[in-house]
């Protein structure tokens, strides 16, 4: 369609009118319909959906990578942290073992068992610390919520506010983590 058609056209449209022109019309729809009407070549448009294309991929291999960035680094916290769960259930038995080691021995049967629980005790702390088990010291120190369980509290003038008095629960910490805060007395 030729320019001056296209004027004709517009014009049409609007006016329903087919009367000519005149010179002001004709500037004005100069105005609004341009020279050329410019559409996509085939090479433009594949060239686009190339780029969308190519825009999608990059996506998708960046969120590739940060899954296995992630799935690396749970792998990697999980066998570091793979005794937890076995460390946690064992606490119980050594809490019972130093309890039954606590027994006064009466006689000479009595304490040749109390040997043989305090060989098994040793035993048992070795390994678990060597899996990474540290007890939480406590009795002496400053009060650290992080680490310790306020279960009483009494009033000492001997020793400064916010010192633990008295274990009265070991604690214990696997690695960084704490498994179980100490249960402690603390000064006022």
Request: charged share 35%.
């Amino acid at each position: 369609m030729s320019k001056s058609e296209q004027k004709e056209a517009v014009i049409n449209e609007e006016n329903q009118d087919t009367t000519p022109l005149t010179e002001e019309e004709e500037v004005v729809v100069e105005q609004i319909i341009p020279e050329e009407i410019v559409e996509p070549t085939e090479i433009e448009l594949l060239q686009q959906k190339l780029d969308e294309e190519t825009n999608r991929h990059l996506r998708l291999r960046a969120d590739y990578e940060n899954f296995k960035r992630r799935t690396q680094l749970d792998r990697e916290t999980a066998d570091k942290y793979k005794a937890q769960s076995l460390l946690s259930n064992l606490l119980p038995v050594l809490d019972n073992f130093e309890r039954a080691m606590q027994v006064e021995s009466v006689s000479e049967e009595s304490d040749s068992l109390r040997k043989g629980l305090e060989m098994v005790y040793k035993t048992l702390v070795d390994a678990t610390e060597r899996e990474g088990l540290q007890v939480i010291e406590a009795e002496g120190v400053a009060f650290d919520p992080n680490l310790h369980q306020a279960v009483l509290t009494e009033t000492d003038a001997l020793k400064e506010s916010g010192i633990v008095l008295q274990e009265l629960q070991k604690g214990y910490k696997y690695k960084e983590r704490v498994l179980r805060a100490s249960m402690v007395k603390v000064n006022e």
